[in-house]
């Protein structure tokens, strides 16, 4: 029987900050910032005392639209303490996702940082809400967002009219009391939504997925426990804090068991193996992108990674030979994988560090303590038996209060037995491992075969001259799909989709062969490291009107 805490975001903190006060909680080596749980917690409780100046309530919406700067780790904790919810932006998005965020959120904050990646967010924000020049902070109208007041400005532009600065918020919470924050606390849930996540945007519109401090705390200390997470440990975090695995997997797993957070703005290959190097780093968490990113960069041998023992790889599909460089040239011996989504708060099942090697490199593991989880027919419900494919289901405290605003979405995802689709196809053996082997939209069926991308690709991805791989289905007139494989090779290497198609012979089923190829130097992805399948079949398309 697993315990799963009742706590709120807040009290987590408190209480790590009473029992480790001097352990190492955040350091941010871009920015100087090296904090301990006490300083820590303490600048947190200064950003909650902010927000309540700004007359934010428990269950207010605030979202966040910055990179991963200290900010945005203080808020997640500062504003959980005073019960509002965060709703997390995507940062590469632009004026009308933004606008549908703000708008479909009902939030009433907006904080936002100067620019990223040579995008002014600054502009963005006035483009969107024009007349700022003439409003005063805290009382910003805009027709379509009757519910945003506040917008809170973080960087060094000397005029912000309309707008709070971040540092002035905290000046301005000096004038709460201490009695009325513990007030504020004492009120809250833990099974109150705290966080809003949009999805990816894989497919359609975003949807925000309601998550409790109940769900994301749980789902947080659950896989530090796996890892083997302990003070003293110290976590590069360079995936995105917006994404789940960023402030799930990552710094509530840290929080969770007093580790330190050692966080980079963006992600940048070189500057991980910096700072893997420079902070004795001893856990890492990345999609397989980035570890091939760090792998493969020219100067990957001049630092040392031997402080490394543990981390996660997840949110794509990990090529096996990936995952045993990671093992081996990484010195990352424990490294899991684990398999989720955002809809259950993330992960429900993980490899364990000591599986054998062939479960950690072929499965995504067994379930996590206390959830669960089967293999079910898409059509009928009806569970199946060990080893035959079909959807995967999960149920348990981790899974989401809903879509906001969405109800009908919610009740397809969330069965009358509480059971969420994930939309993944998969299969579990009889040791309660699971396969991931597609996603059931992204099945091809080409002249009545059921083809999964995942199996190509696993096959293709060995191949001497390949970097990655994607497979996917394209319209086809005669067998309604075909396959299409989109290739990035290795660097200065030159092979024809011919020679391509001459490897697989013989090798894997002549159906299975992908007809298309397509050769790129870089692949449409999400912000969370997803690649985005339905843009290779859009790209495509336009690139070859006639196919």
């Known amino acids: 029987m697993n315990n799963f805490t009742e706590h709120t975001i807040g009290q987590l903190l408190e209480d790590v900050s009473l029992r480790f006060p001097e352990q190492e909680a955040l350091v941010f080596p871009e920015r100087g910032v090296r904090l301990s749980y006490r300083d820590f917690y303490l600048e947190c409780k200064r950003v909650a005392k902010g927000f309540m100046t700004l007359g934010v309530k428990r269950g207010d919406?605030?979202?966040?639209?910055?990179?991963?700067?200290?900010?945005?780790?203080?808020?997640?904790?500062?504003?959980?303490?005073?019960?509002?919810?965060?709703?997390?932006?995507?940062?590469?998005?632009?004026?009308?996702?933004?606008?549908?965020?703000?708008?479909?959120?009902?939030?009433?904050?907006?904080?936002?940082?100067?620019?990223?990646?040579?995008?002014?967010?600054?502009?963005?924000?006035?483009?969107?809400?024009?007349?700022?020049?003439?409003?005063?902070?805290?009382?910003?109208?805009?027709?379509?967002?009757?519910?945003?007041?506040?917008?809170?400005?973080?960087?060094?532009?000397?005029?912000?009219?309309?707008?709070?600065?971040?540092?002035?918020?905290?000046?301005?919470?000096?004038?709460?009391?201490?009695?009325?924050?513990?007030?504020?606390?004492?009120?809250?849930?833990?099974?109150?939504?705290?966080?809003?996540?949009?999805?990816?945007?894989?497919?359609?519109?975003?949807?925000?997925?309601?998550?409790?401090?109940?769900?994301?705390?749980?789902?947080?200390?659950?896989?530090?426990?796996?890892?083997?997470?302990?003070?003293?440990?110290?976590?590069?975090?360079?995936?995105?804090?917006?994404?789940?695995?960023?402030?799930?997997?990552?710094?509530?797993?840290?929080?969770?068991?007093?580790?330190?957070?050692?966080?980079?703005?963006?992600?940048?290959?070189?500057?991980?193996?910096?700072?893997?190097?420079?902070?004795?780093?001893?856990?890492?968490?990345?999609?397989?992108?980035?570890?091939?990113?760090?792998?493969?960069?020219?100067?990957?041998?001049?630092?040392?990674?031997?402080?490394?023992?543990?981390?996660?790889?997840?949110?794509?599909?990990?090529?096996?030979?990936v995952m045993k460089r990671v093992t081996t040239d990484m010195h990352c011996p424990e490294v899991v994988i684990a398999y989720g989504q955002t809809e259950c708060a993330p992960v429900m099942t993980m490899t364990r560090p000591d599986d054998p090697q062939d479960i950690r490199v072929s499965t995504v593991g067994r379930l996590l303590p206390g959830i669960e989880g089967r293999i079910v027919d898409p059509d009928t419900n009806r569970e199946l038996p060990a080893d035959e494919q079909g959807e995967i289901v999960t149920r348990g405290p981790c899974v989401m209060n809903g879509y906001y605003k969405m109800e009908e979405e919610t009740a397809k995802a969330i069965d009358n037995n509480g059971w969420l689709h994930t939309g993944d196809l998969g299969k579990m053996d009889i040791n309660g491992n699971f396969q991931v082997t597609g996603r059931i939209k992204e099945m091809v069926i080409r002249g009545g075969e059921n083809i999964y991308p995942r199996e190509i690709e696993e096959f293709l991805h060995p191949h001497p001259m390949i970097d990655d791989v994607y497979v996917v289905g394209i319209p086809d007139k005669k067998y309604g799909e075909e396959l299409l494989a989109v290739v990035r090779l290795n660097e200065g290497e030159d092979i024809t989709a011919q020679d391509f198609i001459d490897f697989c012979a013989g090798k894997i089923a002549r159906h299975k062969i992908p007809k298309r190829w397509e050769f790129v130097d870089e692949f449409p992805m999400t912000a969370s490291g997803k690649v985005q399948k339905f843009k290779l079949v859009e790209e495509y398309l336009a690139r070859h009107p006639g196919d």
């Open 61 to 321: 919406h605030v979202s966040v639209w910055t990179t991963n700067l200290p900010e945005w780790v203080y808020m997640q904790f500062g504003l959980g303490m005073i019960g509002a919810v965060l709703v997390t932006v995507n940062t590469n998005y632009r004026s009308s996702e933004l606008e549908y965020i703000l708008s479909q959120s009902d939030s009433t904050t907006l904080v936002f940082m100067e620019a990223s990646k040579g995008i002014s967010f600054y502009e963005t924000v006035t483009e969107v809400i024009p007349g700022l020049e003439n409003s005063s902070p805290g009382k910003t109208e805009h027709a379509d967002l009757p519910l945003l007041k506040n917008l809170v400005y973080i960087g060094n532009r000397k005029e912000t009219p309309g707008m709070f600065r971040f540092n002035d918020l905290l000046e301005m919470g000096k004038g709460i009391e201490e009695s009325q924050l513990a007030e504020r606390q004492r009120s809250l849930d833990s099974h109150d939504t705290i966080n809003i996540q949009y999805t990816s945007g894989t497919t359609g519109f975003p949807k925000g997925v309601m998550l409790s401090h109940y769900n994301i705390i749980n789902n947080g200390r659950m896989v530090g426990d796996v890892m083997g997470m302990a003070p003293g440990d110290r976590l590069l975090i360079h995936v995105p804090l917006f994404h789940c695995f960023g402030c799930v997997l990552s710094s509530l797993n840290c929080v969770s068991h007093a580790s330190a957070m050692v966080v980079i703005e963006v992600f940048d290959a070189l500057k991980a193996l910096e700072f893997v190097h420079r902070e004795r780093c001893t856990a890492i968490n990345g999609v397989p992108t980035m570890f091939m990113a760090m792998l493969n960069h020219e100067r990957f041998k001049d630092y040392d990674m031997s402080s490394l023992r543990t981390g996660i790889m997840a949110g794509a599909s990990c090529p096996v030979d």
